[in-house]
């Protein structure tokens, strides 16, 4: 009786020091610090959404998951098109990115630089909140990387220090600078607009020496925050391409964390990237039109096109989207295209 007793607290504290440590041998897998690959400044939403998932992370986990933001594309050398490469090695851990950055090197995340495809919000939500966002989220499994959260840049609008763009014709010649990603170019040459390709931290300087006419960005999440009537007074609201974020982490760097600390992350990506996307969103859509109002107030000159422009616009671009289907993957676009119709 007695020996078994005892031999059951033997085996009892074996079981509980075995348990603490492997819990030991787990933690001490984990970085000291992760590293997360942001393009833009810390100050802009985009940002700022980046460092409250640090936040939430490390709070929540007390301290066991540290994460640093490198914002500005630091962990690329600039290089924002570099990103999902570095992201894939490992060298950043976690990124918040944009799809336009990644679409060189992914191709069907081109979906969402389709020209004048995305109407607007409600269309974005049906697509990655649908069968192509899980469709999205396998394929970058595959390749080595989990997505926990959709969050946004915006739709991207049009600004220049020339002239008031109001058809297509008035982007004649004009030196518009886009993201290394190819079919921008395509979409600006089919527009008449001369463009040219640079990071973005090098397109600023481009804009405060006005070595370009235009560039073209969300309103709230870029424009509004870089001040960008510096430069530019013109801004067109033409909706030509929405712009999502994705929260994401290494596929290995995720494995190596418990299951709490896994839930930990997933919660806290879509708590901040809900939370940013809400921010970017403000200010853009009678009644509430304030952001546009900054605009104006800044001495900006505000061109929001009707649907009847935007379609001259659309038509001049419809051999470039024909080109891109291919690129992206006919079955992709056309579910995109379904969820599309259907969320109208
Ligand atoms: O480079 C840009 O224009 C930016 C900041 O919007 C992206 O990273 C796609």
Known sequence: MYQTRRF????FSLGLSLVFFMGAAMAGNYKKEYKMSVVVGPKLPWGAGATKFTELVRKRSNGRINIKVYTSSSLMAGRQTNEFLIHRQGVADFC?????????TIKPLNLFNLPFLFPDYKA??????GEVGKDIATMLHKKGVTLLAWGENGFRELTNSRRTIAKPEDLKGLKIRV???PIFID?????????VNMNWGDAQVAFQQGVVDGQENPVVAIEIPVKIWQF?????????VIDPLMLTVNNKVMSGFTPEDQKIIRQAAVEAA???????RKGLIAPDLSALHTLKQHGMQVTVLDDAVRLQFKNKTRKVYGKWVPVVGPELVKKAEAAIAGSR
């Open 96 to 104: 918040f990115a944009s799809t336009i950055n990644w679409s060189s």
């Open 274 to 280: 809900t939370e940013e996307r809400a921010i970017v």
């Open 124 to 129: 974005l939500d049906a697509v990655t909140g």
């Open 179 to 181: 993201v290394g990603t």
């Open 187 to 195: 979409i600006m040459k089919a527009l008449g607009a001369n463009p």
């Open 232 to 240: 530019h007074k013109y801004i067109t609201i033409w909706h030509y």
């Open 8 to 11: 059951l607290i033997v085996l």
